[in-house]
């Protein structure tokens, strides 16, 4: 068993949505700030949002306006819907859990990272 297990990635045409989720089991969702991480073929893995466990949200600049990040502690959730997508989403989407207290920094040292879930963007 996985703490974190992404689902939701698919093939999808430019312009279209696509809304990712991230089931948390194994440890309690409320005491962690929540992230989505992503890698692109030949890139190195870059933060894309978090979701603090009050609520803080960050988005990176290339995703803004265009990405939404929640949080579900009852149901041990977080999700990433995502709109207006290009080319240059086109990446393995990753999950990952970060103690309270980094302040949404998009680090790699996470307490605990899901395999991720692919997301092609193509026509």
């Known amino acids: 068993q996985f703490p974190l297990v992404e689902s939701g990635g698919d093939l999808v045409q430019p312009g279209g949505s696509l809304r990712l989720s991230c089931l948390v089991s194994g440890f309690t969702l409320e005491h962690y700030d929540m992230y989505w991480f992503r890698q692109a073929p030949g890139k190195e893995r870059e933060g894309v949002s978090c979701?603090?466990?009050?609520?803080?949200?960050i988005y990176a600049d290339s995703v803004k306006g265009r990405f939404t990040v929640s949080r579900d502690n009852a149901k041990n959730t977080v999700d990433l819907q995502m709109y207006s997508l290009g080319p240059e989403d086109t990446a393995v989407y990753y999950c990952a859990a970060g103690a309270v207290g980094r302040s949404c920094m998009f680090r790699l040292d996470m307490d605990y990272w899901g395999k991720g879930t692919a997301v092609t963007v193509s026509s």
């Open positions: 979701i603090s466990s009050r609520g803080y949200i």
